[in-house]
């Protein structure tokens, strides 16, 4: 049990660290844009590879951070159903859901997206857009980063339920335990 917990604080440690980093991704993009808007409309020219910037630096930050919005809890899910349930019936509802769905459709994404992404770092592809911006390759690789983080992220929440099934909760720091309907309101 002790495994399972540290895998469970090691995997969400991780998402938290990469959740914190890239979230600074949203300011960075706004900088982005709203130097794009200015260039536009006050100075009457426009930079492509700036336009392609603002767009890339969005769509990192949201396949990127996926794992760290399973880690918060912050994910679609049927509130009406899951909020209200004892914690343990959430506990056997994640671990079902991880088990049935998120990780299963993990691999897919991997298994699917690897060749692709695997083709564009063997043609260093770069922005379709005359004088884009290059490394379109990197962003591509974000979708493999999507899923490992949020498959990992997916274990450790099945870990966390193994752990309340089996009453070792406790093993777990506060900041990653099952939060009652009290709490989370």
Known sequence: MQLLAGFTRGISAINWLVGQVLSWLALACVLVCF????QRYFFDTSTLWMQDLYVWLSGAMFTGVAGYTLLRNQHVRVDIYYAPATIRRKAIADLIGVVAFLV????VVLIYCWPYVARSWRLMEASANVGGMPGYFVLKSFVIVFAVLVGLQGLAMGARSILVLANR???LPPDLRYKTE????
Not at 104 to 107: A, N, T, V
Not at 182 to 185: A, Q
């Open 169 to 171: 909760e406790d093993l």
């Open 104 to 107: 299963p459709f993990m691999i």
């Open 35 to 38: 130097s794009v808007v200015v």
């Open 182 to 185: 009290e709490e989370t309101h």
